[in-house]
């Protein structure tokens, strides 16, 4: 069983579309994270839920919004697909919300052409 | 401006060799964790350390968290190719408030191991 599972694990579209990336974690955690890797294979963080409720929320563009319907789910759509959102995105989650010790999905590499 | 520095950025070794990578920043940690990602996967969590000088080991790795927990180091003894892979350094600021699980990362290590 995958502790944390995210889909798709590649997703390629065109600029401009609005594409979606889901998420589940089934380790009980309360806390889950978006994470963005770029090209450089530098992690950053995009936003953190806590029991369903946003506590981080980065400088990202408004253009990506998070929801978690549950706190073993967080998904994250994009709309408005640019050339520069093209990177890996990781799904993380930790059992307590100030927690570095975080699990990570396998990521979903997104291509903008 | 990085918040964490992690040396050096590639290191290409010899099978039975011993290395050692850094992690430096000028701000204090509350906790700092070292993960491994291998190709096509996400990062793997190792080790987290949460006390200044605390010494960790699994098998061959040794982590040590500085005593005034602003640095790390990761020291593999005798590496074997199936130590190859990204080597990540992060850590949770310890900014007074409340940082949640924040994790600032650091650049990574590249580590190729060759039999």
């Known amino acids: 069983d995958t502790a944390v599972s995210q889909t798709p694990k590649y997703l390629v579209t065109q600029m401009g579309n609005d594409k979606s990336i889901k998420c589940e974690q089934n380790?009980?955690?309360?806390?889950m994270y978006w994470y963005k890797q770029d090209s450089k294979k530098f992690l950053k963080i995009m936003f953190s839920?806590?029991?369903?409720?946003?506590?981080i929320n980065e400088t990202v563009p408004n253009r990506f919004s998070p929801k978690s319907p549950d706190k073993a789910h967080l998904n994250l759509h994009i709309n408005s697909l640019e050339l520069g959102d093209s990177a890996v995105y990781f799904c993380?989650?930790?059992?307590?919300?100030?927690?570095?010790?975080?699990?990570f999905g396998a990521g979903t590499r997104l291509s903008v052409l | 401006t990085q918040l964490l520095e992690q040396s050096p950025q590639f290191l290409s070794i010899q099978e039975g060799e011993n290395l050692t990578v850094y992690c430096n920043s000028s701000?204090?940690?509350?906790?700092l964790q070292w993960y491994r990602q291998e190709p096509g996967e996400g990062p793997v969590l190792l080790v987290t350390?949460?006390?200044?000088?605390e010494v960790k080991k699994l098998k061959r790795l040794t982590f040590q968290f500085g005593d005034a927990r602003k640095d790390s180091s990761l020291h593999i003894t005798a590496a074997q190719p199936g130590d190859t892979g990204l080597y990540l350094c992060?850590?949770?600021?310890?900014?007074?408030?409340?940082?949640?699980?924040?994790?600032?990362f650091g650049q990574g290590t590249i580590l190729t191991v060759h039999p």
């Open positions: 992060a850590g949770v600021l310890n900014a007074g408030g409340t940082s949640y699980g924040k994790l600032t």
């Open positions: 350390v949460v006390t200044g000088g």
């Open positions: 701000s204090v940690f509350s906790s």
């Open positions: 993380a989650s930790s059992q307590a919300v100030t927690s570095g010790s975080q699990y």
């Open positions: 380790l009980g955690h309360d806390t």
């Open positions: 839920y806590n029991n369903k409720e946003l506590i």
